[in-house]
């Protein structure tokens, strides 16, 4: 599990609004602070950047979002992709069939560009842009995604919301090293640290996949593992 993502992917006002959903459970929002640019990056090419490589995964992909939008046909949209479908060495990125589905949103005029001109500028837009300048549509759909967002949650409620529902503010780095799990849960520090060394490798692996490398300047842990 991406910790940040963790963060990222919980939508807290639904929960508070459900007086049953996590009765009686803690939820941990997670804070990166130093570490913001490396987990925001990851969360952009993680979730924007998701590829799909084989002509069944592009398509199943395609058929899943046209269930959600229905904006043209999927007919018109494997037809735009083909050129790229049976390559398995050209990924399509998740953010690029959103973009195929919802041009108008994204002020793209698509049918100026061939899928593999499309494929890059997605690309460059994630990896080069700040998340709030990326397109409406996935600010609408998942506001502040790029932020360190634990903090503006937490100000949206008051204290008795925050002890009603045990809301609890974690650490990045209490996390990674480990000192989070093994105060809450138990488990053993190093064991729990050596995981999430092994869980940024490939983390680091898949951004060299994608041909992502963070810039200088990025703080990560375990800088020399890399």
Known sequence: MNVHQLAIWLEIEPI??????????????????KWNDYTSLLAKCKCLLAPYYTREEKINALTIEHQLFKNN???DSI?????????????LYQYTIQVMLNPSIFDIDITTLTINELNQLVWQLVVYSPLSTIGNYFLIAFPNCCAD???????????ENIDEYNINLVSFEDVFLGNWASIEFKLDKQEFNNAMI?????????????GVKPKRGIKRFNQELY
Do not use: G, H, M, Q
Request: no cysteine; hydrophobic share 35%; aromatic share 10%.
């Open 79 to 91: 037809s735009y992709a083909e050129p790229i479908l049976n390559d398995d060495t050209i990924p």
């Open 73 to 75: 046909s999927i007919e």
């Open 149 to 159: 967002i634990s903090e503006r949650v937490l100000l949206e409620y008051t204290n």
């Open 198 to 210: 092994e869980w940024d490798k490939r983390n680091t692996k898949y951004l060299n996949k994608i």
């Open 16 to 33: 508070l609004n459900d007086d049953n959903l996590f009765n009686k459970s803690k939820l941990y929002l997670v804070k990166a602070d």
